[in-house]
């Protein structure tokens, strides 16, 4: 079952957040309230996080954000898109739906705002999950191939299937065939009186990567003091070296990769996610539950 939750942004912008599940209707005594907010990247929505929730809400409370500009939630023509309001809208989703000590798992842009959130609220977080976001800036020159890739699309598609086809065989920037991407973009389209376009505007996608391609974040990561997994798809964007010096730099850093993985890490190889993040996750559960244990007399 999954319910949408309406929750208030920064700017009273409305959010859509999708519990994955029944929330628990009671807790035993002394345990903690804390849940999972997944945080999706740019172009994404919470359905991307779907297959993941499936897991993870044996043990725990799944809650997938769709960010400002993106899936349900509102998409203010004048924004704000920058990263203050997307940290605070995590924020505010975090305090309205009772969520801490959460446990932040975020994907590229939504990566970046889980470490900036807990650099700046650690009471809110309890641990993150990292995937596949560059600490580095990427430049100008990055802000100018997403402009020009954007402007490529051959909006509107006639059919779903033409935008599978295109986003994971025709689109210049896939090196071989991606059936996992094209079904990516296939759920960010709605269709219109002139065939399938993205539910969400280009410009804003713009608008909110501007706020971060120009800028490192490597001082907000070394604030984080929480246990934090880096991981990166093998052929996705973070680069090897780049996400174990983001493990050097964060104090309680770890990292993993996933194999035959792009950027599309949790959707490209659903198996190979899980079984790297998995594991942190109970390995965080042992701790929290050793953390309880009394202390003898």
């Not at 002139?194 to 993205?198: E, L, N, Q, S, V």
């Not at 959707?267 to 965080?284: N, S, T």
């Given at each position: 079952m999954?319910r949408?939750?309406?929750?208030t942004g920064?700017?009273?912008v409305?959010?859509a957040?999708?519990e994955?599940?029944?929330?628990p209707?009671?807790?035993a005594?002394?345990e ?6 997944l945080l999706?990247?740019?172009?994404g929505r919470?359905?991307h996080?779907?297959s993941t929730a499936?897991?993870?809400?044996e043990r725990?409370r799944a ?8 899936g349900?939630s509102e ?7 920058t990263r203050?309001?997307?940290?605070a809208?995590?924020e505010?989703a975090i305090?309205q739906?009772?969520?801490a000590?959460v446990?932040?798992v975020?994907h590229?842009?939504?990566a970046l ?7 700046r609220r ?6 993150l999950?990292?995937?596949?976001m560059r ?5 100008a ?5 997403w402009?020009d ?5 051959p ?10 086809k295109?986003?994971g065989e025709?689109?210049?920037w896939v ?9 990516f973009f296939?759920?960010?389209m709605?269709?219109?009186a ?5 539910v969400?505007s280009?410009r804003q ?9 120009h800028d490192a974040?490597w ?5 984080v003091r929480c246990p ?6 093998l052929d996705g ?5 780049e996400?174990q010096e983001?493990?050097r730099?964060?104090?309680r850093?770890q990292?993993?990769?996933v194999a ?6 949790h ?18 559960a042992e701790?929290t539950?050793d953390?309880r244990?009394?202390v003898?007399?």
């Open positions: 999954v949408r939750i309406d929750v920064t700017d009273g409305r959010l957040a999708w994955f599940a029944d929330p209707k009671e807790r005594e002394g903690r309230a804390g849940g999972v907010l999706h990247g740019l172009m919470a359905s996080w779907a499936r897991w993870l809400t725990h809650v997938g954000l769709d960010q400002r500009g993106h349900r998409k203010p023509a004048d924004g704000p898109y203050e309001a997307y940290v809208d995590a505010a305090e739906l009772g969520l000590p446990t932040l975020g590229s842009m939504g705002t889980a470490w900036q959130l807990a650099a650690p009471d809110l977080v309890r641990a999950v990292i995937c596949d600490a580095s800036a990427l430049g020159a990055s802000q100018r191939e402009e890739w954007f402007t490529s699309w909006v509107p598609f006639a059919t779903l299937s033409d935008v599978r295109w986003f025709d689109d210049p090196e071989r065939p991606n059936p996992a991407r094209g079904e296939a759920e960010v709605a269709e219109r002139d065939g399938w376009r993205p969400f280009r996608m713009l608008t909110s990567r501007a706020t971060w391609v974040h001082e907000e990561l070394a604030q934090t997994l880096v991981l990166r798809g964007e973070l680069g090897r070296a996400a983001m493990v730099v964060l104090p850093g990292y993993a990769e035959d993985a792009g950027h599309l890490v959707y490209d190889q659903p198996e190979g996610w899980r079984a790297a993040v998995e594991p942190f996750l109970e390995q965080l701790d539950e953390d244990e009394p003898a007399p």
